[in-house]
């Protein structure tokens, strides 16, 4: 089936251009990150999967970890069982806060305190090193609780509502690095920039961090720390409004346009989460994504029965919208030849506006970039379309 595909990735024009229009690659605004010098590359552990949250290895107090990159939530979690030179017990607490993580993927709620530690990133070779100062929630209880209220929860599970898991502190090492997710509701009380390891680096290499822009990119082989003129070439960027507390680097999600096999634009926000493999979309209320009804795959899934875009649905997505957009792709739902289709699309419900989770997928297309103190997100297409419409 040779013909021009369609169903390509694209980055659009200044210019008001259908989804369908042929690629083309914007000439990216001259960069100002030139006097930034310092910048650290960690690689991923393996290659990456669609199925598996990717992973970068560092250590604590001189103990190894292997921490995932997760940008669909923020701050570090680790089970308290793992960190024997953090002492919680009697009234050492009383110099701790206590904290909070609920995961909605998988209902899966933390309690513990949160502890300052340096946490040690490793790049390449064993001089290249970063180091991060961050509020660690050294983890003491985790239970499941799919009752619980993300918004008014408090960290309690309501009476009755926990269900039998085999989650247990000892198991827990979680690390999410996303930005904007600090909001009512995300169950993710705690995800303010002092709180992101990826916002808090301290050292590199040895070094006091003094040249240093305060941001990453993750791509599908690994993370940079500190941005640069040269690991965010070719990036198309999209502005980001101001996030919910006063400091500086908090960014609200991205903005996001969608259209659904070619119809109206609906604006909303969009959150790259390379913890999960599938899409979410939370349409606005006045329209109804074609779905189906399916047997839930999910073991020990509370529900019978979940819902899932039709395959064939195509969906069409700008950043930030479709009438300035630097970035965007559409696909028809179940293509398996699109680099970046997700494992599935569900239809979600329950969240403030419209939503978008692109899932880890993404990842496969562009690479994104989190620019903390100029407030942009970045995206560098990997794989666009040429003129005949193959991907690249
Ligand atoms: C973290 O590292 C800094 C700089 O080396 C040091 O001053 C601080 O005491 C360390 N903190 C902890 C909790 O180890
Ligand atoms: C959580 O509580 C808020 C405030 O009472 C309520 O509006 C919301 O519907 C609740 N959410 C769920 C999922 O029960
Ligand atoms: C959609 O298509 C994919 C790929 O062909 C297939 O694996 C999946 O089962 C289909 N999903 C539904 C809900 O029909």
Known sequence: MAPPMLLSMILLLL????????????????????????????????????????????SINGKAFTFPVDTGSTGLMIGEPLLPDVDLSGDNTDQYEKGWEFLTSSSLLYNGYFVPLNITFFGTTRSRRAVSQVPVLVVQSVIKCPTYNSTTGQGVCPEGGSVKSTASPRHVTYMGVGFGRNIAGSGLNFGSPDHNPFLNIIKINGRRTFSFRTGYSVSTKGVHLGLTA??????????????????????????????????DSYAGKVLVDTGIPQMFIQPPPCITLPTVRILNPAPSSVTKY?????????????????????????????????????????????????????GRNFLVGFTIIFDAIGGRFGLICLKCTDDDGYYE
Not at 237 to 248: H, I, P, R
Not at 254 to 262: F, R, S
Not at 331 to 340: A, I, Q
């Open 306 to 358: 979940t819902t899932r875009v039709k395959n064939g649905t195509q969906l069409d997505f700008a950043f930030p919208d479709f009438e300035n957009g630097v970035a965007g792709y559409d696909f028809d739902v179940g293509d398996e030849s699109f680099p970046s289709q997700p494992s599935y699309v569900q239809p979600v419900s329950g969240r403030p506006g419209t939503y978008f989770n692109s």
């Open 15 to 58: 210019t008001p251009v259908l989804a369908q229009a042929r690629l083309s690659t914007r000439d990216t605004e001259p960069s100002d990150l030139t006097s930034y010098k310092q910048a650290i590359y960690l690689p991923f552990t393996k290659k990456f999967n669609s199925a598996y949250t990717p992973t970068v290895r560092g």
């Open 230 to 263: 040269r690991n965010t070439r070719n990036a198309a960027w999209v502005e980001l409004e101001e996030g919910a507390t006063d400091d500086a680097r908090d960014w609200a999600m991205a903005d996001m346009a969608m259209k659904v096999n070619g119809g």
